[in-house]
Each structure stands twice: as structure tokens, then as C-alpha cells.
């Protein structure tokens, strides 16, 4: 993909733009930081729910539609982005405020979207301006500013929805478990977009497995994200190299955690949940051994990450010492499978089919819906059950699974990348960190290519674990 060179937006020393900047919300910021912690919950209370947008790309552009749709007493009110040509919908893979307008204007709701340009704020610190006036917020940027965004929210003392994965490294694992906790204990509810978790064949199929036994107990599973990589943004003229990543994101480790993580965490979690058996808090395996590399023909000068991961997760003696097989391979022309199946000892499901065999292949489930229904779609579910769970003040937190999840997408990176066996929890407690000390546009961006313009990828037997660095 190609797109235009757009100009960096005039930065503020915190990196956030000055055309922006003005709006004043330090009275919000200092109402909500003097609400006590039980008071927090009390927007479910009141009619409107102020809406804040960080992360102006294409999933949260859909996003926001399916939040403010899902309740209207909901209004967009402000948004940030890295890049002001992302909230006007110019930059490349164009989305931001023309597409969310046009949509609710068609939904005939576009009173639901105030955004004048006093409330849209551009640059790394843009999303504390946003956080700091509303009471709910829809975090969609490359996951490795999760953990910061996450934190500031809770911090805050707001309600969250965030895209997966919520991290891409030991630190940030532990920062949004830890958020999670005070999360709860300031009654604020937050929903991950690991959507399948709010689809139904999903729902269906795990009261199938835990609740009536139908696979007996699970052995083993496997996991599939095979298919092409989504996009490459091609570096334009005049950009420095923290623009080129930041533009490039889902390209380099820092930012994206590798495609491991960045796609193949919605077939790898939905087996977290299924092994553990656990729909709240969610689990993950204790160690991952596994290969990869790049064999296609993408040159190097893209970027940093693998197109093939294979990894072997394994669980703990609580959970059988289940293995997890998972693949994801990123090539053109290559089998293409999204998928999960789980191995029990009286059957197997195959979650994509929606059905479960006897381990002769004789149907014994079937995911089906009366002639003319149609399954709700998750991305509107999880919206709906985010504003039910906020009015009714009931308690909902995904970060938990959310986090074990995308750690143990990190885990098999870890794996991949050393070429050796890791466990989880060396790995966590190294509390490892790949993520910049300082976010600015004109700072120096984590990895540099080669004087060739290549960038170097992690050879498995020399790469070194970052905490053994
Ligand atoms: N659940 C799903 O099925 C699903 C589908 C698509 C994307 N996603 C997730 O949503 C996230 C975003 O993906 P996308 O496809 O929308 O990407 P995108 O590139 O279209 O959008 C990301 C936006 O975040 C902005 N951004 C980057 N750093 C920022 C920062 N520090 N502060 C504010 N804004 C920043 C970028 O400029 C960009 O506009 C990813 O984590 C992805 O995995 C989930």
C-alpha cells in the first residue's frame, strides 16, 4: 500500500499538538480525581456517558460506531490520535472523523458525535487530554502503548474498552495486571476486543465442553492464523525514522508485538479460555518451545517482524499438561486456515465449523440457527455488554484474560525468536521491557536498519533474551 507524505503535526514539548492543546479540561480532571473510589461507577446513574476515542485507525472508527449504537445516551465528545491527518481521515488507511460521521449520520444519530476541533488532540500525550474529560473510553492504537493508556484510565477512574492485544512485553503485562486490580476496586468496568468471547458459537460451545461434558476432558489443541499480511505502509520522503515506524507500526516489535500476537492472540486466547476453563479470569500455559522465521519474499527493509511462528505452548499438571500447537504464517499464496480445535477424550470441536465429533467424526453438536436468524455480531456485543454492564453496575473486567493472553502470544514470540524453551514465569517476573523511554517523534526510535536500509531479524540460537541482554 502507498500513501501520501503528510506533515508532522507543530508539537507542544509533550509531543502533543499545539493547534489542540487549548481546550481546557483540568476542571474535569480535577472532578474526576476528587471523586472518591466508590463514586466512580456513578455515571450508571446519570443519563449522558461522555465517550473518548483514542486511536483513530480503522478499528476503532468501527469501534466507536458500535459503542455509541450500543447506548443512546453515549456521545463522542474527544479524540486522539498520534497523527492529526488520522482523526481528519487524510493519512494513510484513512478512517478517523469523516467515517464516524458518515456512519452515525446514516444510523440517523449523528447528534451522538461532538467533536469540534477544541476536543481533538494530536500527539503521544494526546490521550491524557482525551481520558481526563469523559467517562468511558475506546482504546484502539498499536497494543505496545496499551499498558500506558490502560493505566492513565484507571488512574483516571474510567471505563474502558480496549483492542487486543492489551501488551507486547514482560512490563506491560504487569502493568495492566496491576491496573486491573485497581480497576476493580474503583468498580470501573472494561471490556477486551477479543470479540469471541461475545459470539455465540463460542458461548455455545464452551457450556458444550465444561457444562455437558461433550469432549470428556481436553488433551490437546491446535490453533491457526494462517493468511497474508494485512498491510504495508512504504516510507515516504521526509520521514524520520520514528515517524516511519510509528506510521509502519504493525512492522516492528515495539509496537506491535509481532503478528504472532497482533492477530494469531484471538486463536491462542479462545484456547486459554477453553483449557482453563475459566471465562473471567481466563489462564495460559507455563512454557512454549517453537521455530519461525521469514521464508517469504518481503524484503527486509519493511520491517523487523517474523511471517511464521510454530510454537508448542504447554499447560501446567492443573490443566492436564495440555499442549497447544499454534501456527501463523503471514505469505501470499501459502494453505490459509483461522481456526481452533480442542482434543478432549470423548471428542473434538472444531470452533470454526461450530461442531463437535466423536473421535470416529460422527457429529455430536452442531452450532444452528432457526431457517432466516442470524447470529448478533460480536463487535456489537461486547459494545452492548460494556454499556449494560456500566448502567446496571454490574461487574466486568477482561483485562485479566486479556493480559494472560496477549503475554502468552509474547511467550511464544520469546520462543520463536531464542529458539529455546521459555517459561512464563521467568518471563514475567524479568519484567522485561522493549518499549522506548521517551516518545517523540524527533526521539530515537528502538531499532535502526542496517546502512543496506535492511532491518535485522532475531536469528533463533544467537538472539538473546532480553532480560539476559
Ligand atoms: N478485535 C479485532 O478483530 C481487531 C480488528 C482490527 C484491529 N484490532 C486492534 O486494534 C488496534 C488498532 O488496529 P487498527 O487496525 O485500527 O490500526 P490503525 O493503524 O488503523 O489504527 C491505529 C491508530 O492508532 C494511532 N496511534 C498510534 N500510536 C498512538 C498513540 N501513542 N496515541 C494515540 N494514537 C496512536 C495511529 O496513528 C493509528 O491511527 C490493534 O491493537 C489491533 O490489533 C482488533
Given at each position: ?195 469471541r ?5 463460542y458461548?455455545?460451545a464452551f457450556?458444550k465442553v465444561h457444562?455437558?461434558?461433550?469432549i470428556?476432558?481436553i488433551?490437546?489443541a491446535?490453533c ?45 486466547d479462545v484456547i486459554n479460555w477453553f483449557v482453563s476453563g475459566d471465562s473471567?479470569?481466563g489462564g ?35 490443566h492436564?499438561?495440555v499442549?497447544m ?15 481452533e480445535e480442542i482434543?478432549g477424550?470423548?471428542?473434538?470441536l472444531?470452533l ?118
Amino acid at each position: 500500500m502507498t500513501d501520501k507524505p503528510t506533515p508532522e503535526p507543530a508539537k507542544t514539548e509533550s509531543g502533543t499538538s499545539r493547534r489542540k492543546f487549548i481546550a481546557a479540561t483540568a476542571g474535569a480532571t480535577a472532578a474526576a480525581s476528587a471523586l472518591p473510589i466508590e463514586s466512580y461507577a456513578q455515571v450508571a446513574g446519570s443519563d449522558e456517558i461522555k465517550v473518548g476515542m483514542i486511536g483513530c485507525g480503522g478499528r476503532n472508527s468501527g469501534a466507536i460506531v458500535q459503542n455509541l449504537t450500543a447506548n443512546d445516551s453515549a456521545r463522542l465528545v474527544a479524540i486522539a490520535d498520534a497523527f492529526q491527518d488520522k482523526i481528519d481521515g487524510t493519512g494513510p488507511r484513512g478512517q478517523g472523523l469523516p467515517i464516524i460521521q458518515k456512519q452515525m449520520e446514516k444510523n440517523g444519530s449523528l447528534k451522538q458525535v461532538d467533536v469540534p476541533e477544541s476536543r481533538q488532540y494530536a500527539g503521544f500525550d494526546a490521550y491524557k487530554e482525551v481520558i481526563d474529560q469523559v467517562d468511558l473510553v475506546c482504546i484502539a492504537t498499536p497494543p505496545g502503548f496499551r499498558p500506558i493508556h490502560f493505566e492513565y484510565a484507571v488512574q483516571a477512574g474510567k471505563n474502558v474498552f480496549m483492542e487486543k492485544p492489551v501488551c507486547v512485553d514482560a512490563h506491560g503485562y504487569n502493568r495492566i495486571i496491576e491496573a486491573a486490580k485497581v480497576a476493580d476496586q474503583k468498580n470501573l468496568k472494561v471490556v477486551v476486543g477479543l470479540q469471541r468471547h461475545y459470539q455465540n458459537v463460542y458461548l455455545e460451545a464452551f457450556k458444550k465442553v465444561h457444562e455437558e461434558g461433550l469432549i470428556g476432558d481436553i488433551v490437546s489443541a491446535q490453533c491457526w492464523w494462517n493468511g497474508s499480511r494485512p498491510w504495508i505502509i512504504e516510507r515516504q520522503p521526509g520521514w524520520n525514522e520514528m515517524t516511519y515506524q510509528m506510521r509502519n507500526w504493525y512492522h516492528f516489535v515495539w509496537l506491535c508485538g509481532d503478528h504472532i500476537a497482533e492477530q494469531h492472540i484471538h486463536n491462542i486466547d479462545v484456547i486459554n479460555w477453553f483449557v482453563s476453563g475459566d471465562s473471567a479470569m481466563g489462564g495460559h500455559p507455563i512454557s512454549a518451545q517453537g521455530m519461525g522465521g521469514r521464508a517469504g519474499t518481503e524484503p527486509l527493509t519493511v520491517g523487523e517482524i517474523y511471517d511464521h511462528h510454530y510454537v508448542e505452548f504447554r499447560f501446567g499438571p492443573e490443566h492436564n499438561n495440555v499442549v497447544m500447537n499454534s501456527q501463523c504464517r503471514q505469505i501470499k499464496n501459502t494453505w490459509r486456515r483461522v481456526a481452533e480445535e480442542i482434543h478432549g477424550t470423548d471428542g473434538i470441536l472444531y470452533l470454526a465449523e461450530g461442531k463437535i465429533t466423536d473421535l470416529k467424526g460422527n457429529v455430536k453438536w452442531q452450532h444452528r440457527l432457526p431457517r432466516g436468524e442470524k447470529d448478533p455480531n460480536p463487535y456489537d456485543v461486547e459494545h452492548e455488554m460494556l454499556h449494560k454492564h456500566i448502567r446496571e453496575d454490574i461487574p466486568i473486567n477482561n483485562a485479566y484474560y486479556g493480559a494472560k493472553s496477549s503475554f502468552t502470544t509474547t511467550l511464544g514470540r520469546l520462543a520463536t525468536y531464542s529458539g529455546q524453551e521459555i517459561t512464563w514465569d521467568e518471563a514475567v517476573k524479568s519484567d522485561f521491557s522493549i518499549m522506548p523511554e521517551v516518545f517523540a517523534f524527533d526521539a530515537e526510535a528502538p531499532v535502526q536498519p542496517g546502512p543496506d536500509g535492511n532491518y535485522q531479524l532475531a536469528i533463533p540460537g544467537e538472539w538473546p533474551l532480553p532480560w539476559k541482554a
